[in-house]
């Protein structure tokens, strides 16, 4: 019988719940908005994330000695690397960020700075 | 006049070795997209790397040049119809789909919620 009544009211004055409850969803929605779970492009990688995750794939390349990799290294002057070589760790770096680097462009990619630069001005580096 | 030949001698190698860098990067790509699985790419781009270390070591010029030419009709024949490409690149899957908005515009994600609601 109490149930039936609240059920009653509950109809007969919908608007009144919904001003009633109304805060609460509000809040719920800036929560959201401000942690952002989707895949976004217009956030960007900063430059220390580029600088780390760069390094890391030029020191699991497996014939580069990790202890000589610095964000200054030159692939083929300091450690020792061919240019096929080079193209493999581009190729690396690509697939690390999800990039697609034209040829041309990739080709010019010869050492840790202008990888790093390259990666951290491209827009949909992620 | 040997200045002239070296400088032109110079100019063709570094030619070569950038057609080269770029064939290798293309077929290497290429292996990797007709690999169905990474443990099956890895035997096949070290494969196509002892190809190419093979030829390392050859000076004539326009030996050079016809093995290169052998090389790009080699990977224009066994390139694959149906290539991995980045999504958001030209022909990828989310090429110009859901494009970023210019700057400027500000997204408010409430579904169209009042603030007096």
């Not at chain 2, 990067?25 to 190809?51: I, P, Q």
């Amino acid at each position: 019988m109490a149930l039936r009544a609240a059920v009653l009211r509950h109809i007969r004055v919908p608007v009144r719940t919904l001003a009633a409850t109304g805060s609460k969803p509000q809040l719920q929605w800036s929560l959201c908005n401000s942690i952002r779970l989707f895949s976004s492009d217009d956030d960007h990688l900063t430059k220390e994330e580029v600088i780390d995750r760069v390094l890391d794939v030029v020191k699991s390349f497996p014939k580069v000695d990790p202890s000589k990799v610095t964000p200054h290294v030159h692939f083929q002057n300091d450690l020792g690397l061919d240019s096929l070589d080079n193209v493999e760790i581009v190729m690396a770096l690509e697939e690390e960020f999800k990039l697609e680097i034209p040829d041309k462009e990739a080709d010019k990619i010869d050492s840790c700075n202008l990888a790093i630069a390259y990666i951290y001005n491209h827009p949909m580096a992620g | 006049m040997s200045g002239a030949t070296t400088a032109a001698y110079l100019a063709r190698r570094a030619a070569q070795k950038e057609r080269v860098r770029i064939l290798y990067r293309r077929a290497l790509k290429d292996t990797l997209n007709w690999a169905v699985h990474r443990h099956l790419f890895y035997r096949d781009a070290s494969d196509l790397r002892e190809k190419f270390e093979a030829n390392k070591h050859v000076e004539d010029l326009d030996t050079i040049d016809r093995m290169i030419a052998d090389g790009e009709a080699t990977y224009n024949k066994w390139r694959h119809p149906d290539p991995y490409i980045v999504p958001w690149a030209p022909g990828g899957s989310k090429f110009t789909r859901n494009p970023v908005p210019p700057s400027g515009i500000e997204i408010a994600y409430d579904y169209g919620r009042e603030d007096n609601d």
